[in-house]
Every structure is written in C-alpha cells, then in structure tokens.
C-alpha cells in the first residue's frame, strides 16, 4: 500500500513522459539521443544523390569549364546559338502541346471516373492502367508504333492495302511530329494519377449547397468547381510539361536521325567527334534543361501547396 501513491502517478503521468524515466536515473545523454529511424531514408537518399545531386553537379561543372579544366563561358555562350536555340524551341512547343492535350483528355476521363464506384471493378481497372501506361514509354512504346503505324506497320500496311490509304507519307513518325502522339499516350495517364485525387476531393455539400440556394450544375462548376479545381490542373499540367521536355527514351528510339529536341542534342554533343572547342557543350545544354525543369517545379509546388487547401 505504501507503493500505491507512485503507481497512481504512472498511471496517470502524460503519455511519452516514461521516455524521461532514463534521465532521471541519470542514463547517459549519447544513449537517449540515439534514433535509428532516419535509417529508413537511406535507399532514398542514395537515390536522390546518385540519380539527381550528383548529374546535377556534373552539368554545372562540365558547363562551365573547358575540357582542361579550365573556367569558361564558351559553353553557356554556345546556348545562344541559333540552332541551340531552334532546338529548346522545338522541344518547348511539342511539350506544350502534348502537356495541354493530355491534360484535356485526361481531366475528362477523370471526370468520367468520378461518377464510378472507388472500389469497383472498373475503377479499380482504371487505376491499375493509368498506373502502368504513365511508366510505358522509351524503346516498348515506340516499337509498338512502329510496329503499327510505321512503315510497314500492321495498321499501316492494312490501310494502304485495302483502301489505298497511305497514313505514312514521308515517315513522319521518324520525325519531330511523329514524337506527338507517343508523348500524348504516356501523359494521358499521368494526368488520370495527378488530377483525379482533386476532383475526387470535391464535397458533395459544394454541390448540395449550390443546389439549395438556386444553382445548377453548370453554375456549381463555373462557380465553385473550376475555380477550386483550377490550382490543380495547372499544376499536373507543368508536371506533364517537365515529363515531356526531359523525355529522351522514346523520341531517341523513333528519331534516330537528326537532334530536334534537346535530349537528342545532348546525346549528339556527347557522342559528336566534330565539335570542336565546345567539348562541354553536353554539360551547358543539360544545365539549361535543369534551370527550365527547375522553375517549372518550382511552379508546380507553389500551385500545389495552394490547391492543398481545398483537398485537406
């Protein structure tokens, strides 16, 4: 009984405060202080340093010295040159367009999707196919186009045979236009992933609301829907956007001839035995791609902590 007054006070003491029993029994410091959770972030954080910190500081110190090591401008100068220049041109408008497509078609699949059940059989489908198609590019997505609408692709060939229908005159699939509609196939489903938490965040006491004070549907989506919905799809369309301008798999396995984009002009810097005085230029081109993908997340994170708000 004469140990009863203590157990009260465990019993009753705050939660966590027995963590502090060790300091009152006088436990060394070093040994309350050791914490072996942030193991757990290890195989990220080599991920991170290997695949992100490190080609990070290989573009910036390749672009800005010269093949002896020593400081230059010469590369960064070379961004200004006119067929540089054409080339980030070119991969601009292609991620653009593909990026405003694919947010298009993929925010009305969404909005499709939205009327299904979360746990049903086609929803469940849904998202077990966006979910492997937004990681099915590179050298697979572009022999199944070539394999259908190439050359002599089956759809192709078919076409050509039996209603004289030539869909390939001048193999544009091997060229710049050719690279739209594998773009699009990959970032459809990229959207469905980005976009469809946030319409499925929408309350339905918006809508009740709306209804109970005279509006309509179209007033609902006008008023509240778009509006709250807007922070959203503009940030999945600059995600869609950065996938686009650092794709380099799929458009170097379709446009084998020819650097029209800026991946493929990095790959002819590197591999190029003509370039001369310029060996870095591979280095001053991916650190302009980094500087542009840069600004787009960071873009992309100030809309997404603002459309945040309405999904919490």
């Avoid at 699949?109 to 849904?126: K, N, Q």
């Avoid at 109970?212 to 956007?241: D, H, K």
């Amino acid at each position: 009984m004469g140990r009863s007054g203590s157990v009260t006070q465990v019993a009753l003491a705050p939660a966590g405060s027995e963590q502090l029993a060790p300091a009152r029994s006088g436990a060394p410091a070093s040994t309350r202080s050791i914490s072996w959770a942030w193991l757990g972030l290890t195989p990220f954080a080599a991920y991170v340093l290997l695949f992100l910190a490190l080609p990070t500081v290989l573009a910036i110190s390749t672009g800005l010295f010269d093949g002896e090591g020593a400081f230059t401008w010469d590369n960064i100068a070379a961004l200004g040159d006119p067929v540089i220049l054409v080339t980030f041109w070119n991969t601009t408008w292609l991620s653009l367009l593909t990026a405003a497509v694919g947010a298009v078609i993929g925010s009305l699949v969404c909005y499709a999707a939205l009327g299904l059940p979360p746990t049903g059989f086609i929803r469940s489908i849904l998202d077990a196919a966006t979910g492997v198609l937004a990681q099915f590019g590179g050298v697979m997505l572009a022999f199944m186009f070539i394999a259908t609408i190439g050359v002599q692709g089956v759809v192709t060939v078919f076409l050509r045979d039996t209603f004289a229908i030539d869909i390939q005159p001048g193999s544009w699939l091997y060229s710049l236009p050719g690279l739209i509609l594998p773009y699009i196939y990959f970032q459809v489903p990229l959207m469905i992933i980005t976009f469809l938490p946030a319409l499925s965040a929408l309350k339905p006491q918006w809508a009740e609301a709306n209804l109970t004070l005279g509006g309509t549907r179209s007033s609902f989506w006008l008023r509240i829907g778009m509006p709250v919905l807007a922070p959203s799809f503009l940030a999945s369309f600059l995600l869609l956007f950065a996938n686009a301008f650092s794709s380099y798999a799929t458009a170097a396995a379709l446009a084998s001839q020819g650097s029209q984009i800026v991946p493929l002009q990095i790959r002819a810097a590197l591999t190029s035995e003509t370039v001369l005085g310029r060996e870095n230029l591979a280095g001053a081109l991916a650190l302009g791609m980094i500087v542009v993908v840069g600004v787009v997340m960071w873009l992309y994170s100030l809309i997404q902590n603002r459309a945040a708000r309405w999904q919490s």
